[in-house]
């Protein structure tokens, strides 16, 4: 069954970098697009960017461009998502999400979600 | 960018009942790329229905999403107990986008 697990908690100081993994498994890894949707504490989605781990080629929201790298090492079947130059208002829950589909996709299977606390 | 504004807001029903939710779109949403999911406390979303009208697999047929251009709707026919979260919109012609969320909550 197709599953996606993400790494543990983190929490990280102001301007500090977080990166947070996604393994997948139970499907062709570099058959889909993985894509990364973060939530801040009693807010909404929001779309961060995707990556194809077959070529390793990205696209990024406009509001994280610069800030974000996604990555992947098809060896081990592992995404991975950099945050940098954290702010308190990157507090927040981070899903990987499989896509599929036409155009940018819907996601039908999503990781546990990473919590990632920016305090001082 | 296109912005998703879902309404209402929150959602009192009794089950049994049936719920409406909207969402509209700032600008047309091509080919009706448009998803909907649900969220309970402490879980991932769980996609609904894609492609405005589409259900995903697995999910009930007391679910339903019409709509194009730039307005859609979920329906949920008869509200069961499993059926109390909150719901998002997404268009996926363009960078994805979500809506604020929907929360239908018991009366």
């Known amino acids: 069954q197709v599953q996606l697990v993400q790494s543990g908690a983190e929490v990280k100081k102001p301007g500090a970098s977080v990166k947070v993994s996604c393994k997948a498994s139970g499907y062709t890894f570099t058959g889909y697009y993985l894509h990364w949707v973060r939530q801040a504490p009693g807010q909404g989605l929001e779309w961060m960017g995707r990556?194809?781990?077959?070529?390793?080629?990205?696209n990024y929201a406009q509001k994280f461009q610069g800030r974000v790298t996604m990555t992947r090492d098809t060896s081990i079947n592992t995404a991975y998502m950099e945050l940098s130059r954290l702010r308190s208002d990157d507090t927040a829950v981070y899903y990987c999400?499989?896509?599929?589909?036409?155009?940018?996709?819907?996601?039908?299977?999503w990781g546990q979600g990473t919590l990632v606390t920016v305090s001082s | 960018e296109i912005v998703l504004t879902q309404s209402p807001g929150t959602l009192s029903l009794s089950p049994g009942e049936r719920a409406t939710l909207s969402c509209r779109a700032s600008q047309s949403v091509s080919s009706s790329y448009l998803a909907w999911y649900q969220q309970k406390p402490g879980q991932a979303p769980r996609l609904l229905i894609y492609?405005?009208?589409s259900r995903a697999t697995g999910i009930p047929d007391r679910f339903s999403g019409s709509g194009s251009g730039t307005d859609f709707t979920l329906t949920i026919s008869r509200l069961e107990p499993e059926d109390f979260a909150v719901y998002y919109c997404?268009?996926?012609?363009?960078?994805?986008?979500f809506g604020g969320g929907t929360k239908v909550e018991i009366k």
């Open positions: 492609g405005a009208s």
């Open positions: 990556i194809n781990p077959n070529s390793g080629g990205t």
């Open positions: 997404q268009q996926y012609g363009s960078s994805p986008t």
């Open positions: 999400a499989r896509g599929i589909g036409s155009a940018w996709g819907i996601f039908d299977y």
